[in-house]
């Protein structure tokens, strides 16, 4: 069964600050990969997604994410960060191959930007 | 147009009573999913309806089962609650089967288990 490590529970920054966070993936065969971002009190949303070709993604919100297959990692990025991106952050990933859509989600990360 | 809507909002229950939730999806979709939201866990997969119709289903035990109606509408059940079962419980809903990426979630129903 994959799973999906998110190293950074807790992160803390202050405005104009660069982001990354960690999101590793255990699972042999091809991947789809996705950032969700949820906001205090809002329902979760969607970030960013890798199904295939330039493994550098652009996501809303001046986000994006790297995709290196030699290491299984996801890691998503934001140069500046602002008082409003705090929020929980969650990697998820859904197996390409037998026909079963369940996703895995790392268990979030929670990020505190500062003003 | 109108979002996922989940009800109630919260509850609390006592161990080993038994609680349903439901979800309306986004007018249109037919695609109805579960998600449990516990700090230790993050997110996990509890099942998908498509159609009325159980198409995947994540790793929880029996007490956690699920059913859809003909016009899309998606109940969640526990039974015999536990402790451990305190979460905020997450319905999405997307057109088609298998989609999250395409997904729209809701604001969630937190079960609180005393």
């Known amino acids: 069964a994959q799973s999906v490590s998110q190293h950074n529970h807790h992160v803390i920054l202050s405005e104009a600050a660069s982001l990354e966070l960690g999101c590793n993936y255990s699972?042999?065969?091809?991947?789809?990969l996705f950032w969700y971002v949820q906001y205090p009190g809002q329902h979760l949303q969607l970030l960013l997604k890798?199904?295939?070709?330039?493994?550098l993604v652009k996501g809303i919100k001046g986000f994006e994410a790297e995709f290196i297959k030699s290491k299984f990692s996801f890691n998503l990025r934001k140069p500046s960060v602002q008082w409003s991106d705090t929020a929980e952050y969650f990697c998820?990933?859904?197996?390409?191959?037998?026909?079963?859509?369940?996703?895995?989600f790392g268990r979030g990360t929670s990020l505190i930007v500062h003003p | 147009k109108a979002g996922v809507t989940q009800t109630p909002r919260y509850l609390i229950k006592t161990r080993g009573q038994q609680v349903t939730l439901s979800c309306s999806p986004i007018?249109?979709?037919?695609?109805v999913s579960w998600y449990q939201q516990t700090p230790g866990q993050g997110l996990q997969f509890l099942f998908e309806?498509?159609?009325?119709?159980?198409?995947n289903k994540g790793n929880f035990p029996g007490r956690f089962s699920g059913r859809q109606f003909s016009n899309s509408r998606s109940e969640m059940n526990v039974s015999t609650l536990e402790l451990g079962d305190s979460a905020l419980y997450l319905c999405?809903?997307?057109?088609?089967?298998?989609?999250?990426?395409?997904?729209?979630f809701g604001q969630g129903t937190r079960l609180t288990v005393v």
């Open positions: 999405a809903s997307s057109s088609s089967q298998g989609t999250i990426d395409e997904a729209f």
């Open positions: 699972y042999g065969g091809t991947v789809n």
């Open positions: 890798y199904f295939s070709g330039d493994p």
């Open positions: 998820a990933v859904i197996p390409r191959a037998g026909g079963s859509y369940i996703p895995t």
């Open positions: 007018s249109g979709h037919r695609s």
């Open positions: 309806y498509f159609s009325e119709t159980q198409r």
